[in-house]
C-alpha cells in the first residue's frame, strides 16, 4: 500500500509541476536558437555595463574632491562636473535596463502568442543597439573628463574648453554623435517594430 500511495503522490506531483511549467513558461524552452543567442549576448553585455556604471559612478566621486565646493564660482563648478555625474545613470538606463527589457518583450510577446521575430530584428539589437550605445557611454565619458580636468587645471571659459573637443574639429565632433546617436535610434526603433509586428494577429484565412 505504502509503495503503491508513494507512487500516485509522485505521479501528481510530476502532473502538477507539468502544468505549473505550461501555464507560466513564458516560451522560453520552446524559443528559436537566435532569441537564446541575443538573450546570451544581452545578459553578458549588461553584466558588464553594471559593472562600468558602478565604477564610473565611483571615478566621479573620486574625481570632484579635487574640485569641492567653494573652490570655483558654484554655476561654474555645476557645469565642470554635470556632464560626468550623468554618466552612472546614463549608463544604467541605456546600457542595462533598455536591453534587459528588450530581451524581455521577445519572450512577453511569444506568451501573449505573438509569432517569433526574425533574426534580422534581434540582430537590430545586439549589432546595433548594443555597440553604438557603447559609443554613447564613452562620447560621454570623453567630454566628462575633458571638461572637468580642464577646469580642474584652471581653465575657466567653458567656451572654449567645448571647443577644444575632438582636436577643435567640428564637423569630426557633429559626424561622430550624429552617426552614433542616429545609429541607436534607428536601431532600437527597428527591433521595437519587429516586436510590433509579431504581435499582430495572423490573417483568417479564406
Do not use: C
Not at 502532473?15 to 549576448?41: C, I
Not at 575633458?146 to 575632438?166: K, P, Q, T, Y
Not at 519587429?194 to 495572423?202: C, E, F, I, K, T
Amino acid at each position: 500500500m505504502r509503495q503503491a500511495r508513494a507512487a500516485l503522490d509522485s505521479l501528481a506531483a510530476r502532473s502538477l509541476r507539468a502544468t505549473h511549467d505550461a501555464a507560466y513558461d513564458p516560451g522560453m524552452s520552446t524559443a528559436p536558437e537566435h532569441y537564446a543567442g541575443t538573450t546570451r549576448v544581452v545578459l553578458k553585455f549588461a553584466t558588464v555595463m553594471t559593472a562600468v556604471s558602478l565604477l564610473s559612478g565611483v571615478s566621479f566621486q573620486e574625481s570632484v574632491k579635487k574640485l569641492p565646493v567653494g573652490s570655483i564660482d558654484p554655476g561654474l563648478r555645476l557645469e565642470a562636473v554635470l556632464g560626468l555625474a550623468l554618466v552612472h545613470g546614463h549608463v544604467m538606463v541605456a546600457a542595462v535596463l533598455i536591453p534587459i527589457a528588450m530581451v524581455g518583450a521577445l519572450y512577453l510577446a511569444r506568451a501573449a502568442g505573438g509569432r517569433d521575430v526574425k533574426p534580422i530584428t534581434t540582430k537590430m539589437l545586439t549589432r546595433g543597439y548594443l555597440p553604438f550605445v557603447t559609443i554613447s557611454v564613452l562620447l560621454m565619458l570623453y567630454k566628462g573628463y575633458h571638461v572637468l580636468l580642464a577646469v580642474r587645471g584652471g581653465d575657466h571659459n567653458l567656451a572654449a574648453i567645448d571647443g577644444r573637443l575632438f582636436g577643435g574639429s567640428s564637423a569630426l565632433r557633429h559626424a561622430v554623435y550624429g552617426v552614433s546617436h542616429t545609429a541607436i535610434a534607428v536601431a532600437l526603433g527597428l527591433f521595437m517594430i519587429g516586436v510590433w509586428r509579431a504581435l499582430r494577429p495572423p490573417k483568417a484565412r479564406a
